[in-house]
């Protein structure tokens, strides 16, 4: 259960942002707010959906509890078809901490629901638990994400810059809120350029 829970924690960051007047962001169809299973989105372009991401906001992890400021995550297609994910923050003392890891679709073509890993043992990575990164809303321009997890022990808010507007910020909480995400465990993720850490409801 450990190695389940840091494997899916340490999933940092992925997201873009929406344009006013731009097409509605996909996300779960019900606004109704319950705790039953997360509502992935119907297709995610892998292609597109790789390289470098902020993360904007987050419920609050053990193994980022380094990271002062900065989390951001690079994903990139690796030949087996995997997805390579190299996690990075600056922490209090001015470093950078950088984690490295790999994710596999679980429900392709979609490519919705991943399993990351963090674990590789005898040069192979060692996936556990099933689905821990959950692609729950999209931008139609892939400029943010909300990644969540079937337990709701972890939620990110990603995006390709360092903060959102208030309608993209208005179309993520909604994203989480109709998948039963209480906003108020989220927190603000202190970036260069964009929003101070602290609530996010």
Request: net charge neutral; charged share 20%.
């Amino acid at each position: 259960m450990g190695a389940r829970r840091a494997a899916k924690a340490l999933v940092a960051a992925l997201t873009a942002a929406t344009v006013l007047g731009a097409a509605a962001p996909a996300r779960a169809a019900s606004t109704s707010v319950d705790t039953g299973p997360l509502r992935p989105v119907a297709d995610v372009d892998v292609d597109r959906y790789v390289g470098d991401w902020y993360q904007v906001a987050a419920i609050p992890q053990w193994f980022e509890i380094q990271c002062f400021k900065n989390v951001k995550a690079r994903y990139d297609v690796q030949p087996d078809g995997t997805i390579g994910v190299r996690n990075t923050c600056r922490t209090i003392v001015g470093t950078t901490s950088t984690v490295t890891g790999r994710a596999r679709s679980e429900n392709p073509p979609a490519d919705s629901a991943l399993t990351v890993s963090f674990v590789k043992l005898g040069g192979r990575w060692i996936y556990l638990g099933g689905p821990n990164y959950v692609v729950i809303g999209l931008d139609p321009d892939y400029r943010w994400a909300v990644v969540g997890d079937p337990d709701r022990s972890s939620g990110f808010v990603l995006s390709r810059e360092p903060a959102l507007d208030a309608q993209q910020l208005a179309d993520v909480r909604a994203t989480l809120t109709d998948n039963g995400y209480d906003l108020c465990d989220f927190r603000t993720t202190r970036q260069d350029g964009g929003a101070k850490a602290g609530a996010f409801c």
